[in-house]
């Protein structure tokens, strides 16, 4: 074994004298009792008559900080105490770690001791050699007092610990260690080996960063009596979809590894490594290295970055002043500048005390002002910047009850420091035609005056325009994202009633007011001719105008039995109400989120339930409203003459557009399917398919292939791609950790998702589903007094989360209306780059 060295205390009887001999009866374990049967009475706390805290004469031992010295060693303990043999998973551990530490660079190595007598930690001038101790432990109550407080000094003074599999079992009565392991395994998990998949979310950990992020293996599966996740940072997830879990399943938060720095020191676990085939496995045994070298101070990481005390969330504004919109209108959408100011818009409805409007023979009828305010984290005050006259204010009087035009998105000029240029997309006022109830949608380009930070509303530059119906709510869009090119992208709804149609496709040809369906998303969402229901995308150019870049998914010049039937300005057709989008300038991906229709449940007759969805977009394409929703589901024809009788299923591949409401192409472009997508029953709900590929929509044979995933009331908010600047001085900026994860989120904050992402790049633009996910609901509080309605969230160049909550009322602000920041306090990686250990021979 060359410097590896394995001692036991039949070999080393002078130096660990024997392990036997160290306990009375009364605390011996029994052999007849497994250490999954004692965990049911003994793991969950500490028991009545648990054995004392050390006396004081035990706790004397000291060590200097940091342990280890020139040579870097790991101390491999193996001791247990259930009576019989060595098991041969220990056997193959010790093996595998030897390797591990011969293997890698030079300046990576360490050498390996390994032991089963438990008086090695009562030796702190012994014990202070080592950069790391392992537990490959059976379990049970292995260490004396003495001895957990030789471990205690030993982690107080800056060591490594990592505990594998049934380490977990190890030291049932203590609270200490209990908060060293993280977690107790639950009495009642499996004890058979299965093939899982694991996901492995930490990405930059040495323990994860070269392990596939969907990890193929077999493996016994502990449960936990309590998941650690939000206390200790997990690394990697077992998915409970992919095996048999038992009874004690934790969930789709199934954490299996996961490190923290505890008590001075750093601690890895993993509830891996239970079989003996798990220490010839190559991947496992990166992981395995990995954590060695965190634990034994050869490199840095993070651990802080999802433990959920490291953030701090905090409201930036307060309720406006009674009948004033001082301090934020109806939040509707936010965009950070480079300076760190915080734009944030108001849609256009008032608070109480404005009065509605909704007899059409008023010349205000709908009337409302949209709000921009602008928030100067420097001095922490909140200036009204400009108000829009707009269409926006509006209860009751028409088809339906509400309207959702108004002031709906806020984009700066990528050279807005030298410029000033503000985009503004809204409806204004004064361009609605109350005879036919239609208006006009636009994107305009305004002048920020940089003395006063107040628009000059007489610079406005209108670059594009647009005609929407506003007889019958609903579906405006409202999101704007520049690329690193310059090409701006606007969001657009669908325009669309959500009635007439029960709440399924939203393809209902009959209700109209004078001539303009507003029924029918295949006039709008599935019409090439129009802009509405897409996400466009133009280049503003300096002089107020826009081109159309190349790679849109028209040119405008495509022809249907003659004539102009598509618009160049169309970069994605098929989506209902994007609210949000975002685009993230290292790759130039969109990433963009709609809201679905309104059905509950799913229909045999007419398809899926409402999907809520989100999509990474890498290409020009076709989502699919209102033809097909998720990963394909179509929706039934409903066309003339009887709309409450169906015709057949929509193609999703070779999708037509034959309403005759429709003025663009007949044939459309093949439906992409998206990533996410959820209904009131769970995340991403798929079913058997027919011959035809027609699922069966029997809610009984779904299946729900993103269990982190529910709706009820449901209204989809992306959110941002996070970038880690390293060469950003900020102390609010998240952790690396999350670099790359994609933000996904909900209005509502119960059982619908406030999550991150993590996507493989070879499949996202597919429809690829999500590989890992991690909640944000204990990060992005929710709650009555925390961000109960998320509207928009974006990070700002300070490297914080920047959170608009809507308020507790709809179509109005209240005092609840807010902008909060969300700040990570949780400090660099560990250890200090001054106690890295220096590998010397």
């Known amino acids: 074994m060359g410097d590896h060295v ?5 070999q080393r009887p002078g130096l660990l004298r024997g392990l036997s001999t160290k306990r009375t009866t009364s605390r011996l374990w029994a052999g007849s009792l497994t250490a999954g ?3 049911a009475g003994l793991l969950t706390a500490p028991a009545a008559d648990a054995r004392p805290a050390p006396e004081p004469h035990l706790t004397t031992m000291s060590i200097k900080s940091p342990p ?9 303990f193996h001791g247990s105490a259930a009576a019989g043999d060595e098991s041969p998973v220990v056997n193959a551990g010790i093996e595998a770690i030897e390797q591990i530490g011969l293997s890698g660079p ?8 390994a032991t089963d007598d438990a008086a090695v930690f009562t030796q702190a001038t012994r014990l202070g050699r080592y950069n790391a101790i392992v537990f490959l432990t059976g379990g049970g109550d292995v260490l004396d007092p003495e001895q957990e407080a030789g471990l205690e000094a030993y982690m107080e003074a800056g060591g490594g610990f990592v505990g594998i599999h049934d380490a977990a079992r190890a030291e049932p009565y203590s609270d200490w260690f209990t908060g060293l392991i993280g977690a107790r395994p639950a009495a009642a998990g499996p004890a058979n080996v299965q093939r899982a998949t694991v996901e ?8 994860g960063k070269d392990l596939p992020p969907e990890w193929k293996r077999p493996d016994q599966w502990p449960n936990w009596v309590k998941s650690p996740s ?5 690394v990697a997830r077992v998915r409970e979809s992919t095996y048999q879990p038992g009874a004690s399943r934790n969930g789709w938060d199934h954490p299996i590894s996961w490190c923290r720095d505890y008590d001075g020191g750093r601690s890895f676990y993993t509830g891996m490594g239970g079989t003996v085939s798990s220490y010839d496995e190559t991947d496992f045994r990166t992981h395995l290295r990995g954590a060695l070298l965190w634990t034994t101070r050869l490199v840095q990481a993070d651990c802080k970055a999802t433990i959920t005390a490291n953030y701090k969330a905090e409201r930036l504004t307060q309720p406006n002043q009674p009948g004033q919109n001082d301090q934020i209108g109806e939040p509707h959408g936010l965009v950070t500048a480079p300076d760190g100011r915080v734009f944030y818009i ?3 409805g008032a608070d109480a005390s404005r009065p509605v409007i909704t007899d059409w023979n008023n010349p205000d009828v709908g009337k409302g002002k949209g709000q921009v305010h602008i928030y100067d984290p420097k001095t922490g005050k909140v200036t009204l910047a400009g108000e829009l006259t707009v269409f926006g204010n509006k209860g009751g009087g028409d088809e339906l009850t509400k309207v959702e035009e108004g002031l709906l998105g806020i984009e700066l ?3 807005f420091e030298q410029n000033g240029w503000v985009y503004l997309h809204y409806t204004p006022h004064s361009r609605i035609n109350r005879d036919t109830h239609m208006a006009e949608r636009r994107v305009s380009r305004f002048t920020l005056d940089p003395a006063t930070d107040k628009l000059d509303l007489g610079s406005e530059k209108v670059l594009l325009k647009w005609p929407v119906q506003i007889h019958s709510c609903c579906h405006a869009g409202g999101g704007m994202a520049w690329d690193s090119k310059g090409n701006l992208y606007i969001a657009t709804g669908d325009n669309n009633s959500s009635g007439f149609s029960g709440g399924y496709s939203g393809n209902n040809p009959q209700p109209a007011y004078k001539g303009v369906s507003f029924a029918d998303a295949r006039r709008t969402a599935g019409n090439t001719n129009n802009l509405n229901g897409k996400i466009l995308r133009i280049h503003p150019e300096s002089d107020g105008t826009y081109t159309i870049p190349e790679g849109n998914l028209f040119t405008g010049e495509e022809t249907d039995e003659g004539g102009g039937k598509t618009r160049g300005e169309i970069y994605v057709m098929g989506v209902r109400n994007p609210a949000r989008i975002f685009v993230d300038k290292s790759t130039d991906i969109l990433y963009a989120g709609w809201v679905g229709p309104d059905a509950g449940q799913p229909s045999p007759t007419w398809g899926p339930a409402k999907y809520d969805t989100f999509a990474v977009i890498t290409k020009a394409g076709n989502r699919g409203w209102p033809y097909c929703m998720g990963d394909k589901q179509p929706y039934r024809d409903r066309n003339l003459p009887d709309p409450s009788q169906p015709l057949g299923w929509y193609d999703c591949d070779h999708p037509k557009n034959e309403s005759p409401n429709n003025d663009g192409l007949v044939n459309l472009p093949p439906v992409t399917g998206n990533n996410i997508w959820y209904s009131p029953q769970g995340g991403a709900p798929d079913y058997p398919r027919d011959a035809n590929g027609v699922p069966s929509y029997k809610q009984e044979e779904a299946t729900y292939r993103l269990p982190w995933l529910k709706g009820g009331g449901q209204a989809a908010m992306n959110g941002p791609v996070y970038r880690y600047d390293a060469t950003n001085a900020s102390e609010k900026k998240w952790p690396a950790y999350w670099d790359g994860k994609w933000f996904v989120g909900d209005f509502y904050d119960a059982d619908q998702p406030r999550n991150a992402v993590l996507m493989d790049p070879r499949t996202q633009g597919d429809g690829g589903l999500p590989v890992h996910s991690e909640s944000l609901k204990k990060i992005v509080p929710t709650g009555n007094d925390g961000i109960k309605n998320l509207m928009d969230w974006k990070f700002g160049p300070d490297g914080a989360l920047y959170v608009l909550d809507y308020g507790r009322g709809f179509f109005t602000s209240d005092s609840k209306s807010a902008l909060w920041r969300i700040t990570y306090t949780g400090g660099g990686p560990t250890p200090a780059a001054d106690q890295l250990a220096r590998r010397t021979e």
């Open 6 to 10: 394995r001692f036991t205390s039949h």
């Open 37 to 39: 049967v004692l965990a």
């Open 68 to 76: 280890g010295g020139a040579n870097v060693r790991v101390l491999l």
């Open 106 to 113: 030079a300046n990576q190595r360490f050498k390996v001791e």
């Open 200 to 207: 492995v979310g930490d990405r930059r950990h040495p323990a």
């Open 230 to 234: 939000g206390e200790v940072h997990t």
């Open 346 to 348: 108001g849609r256009g």
């Open 413 to 415: 000029d990528p050279k």
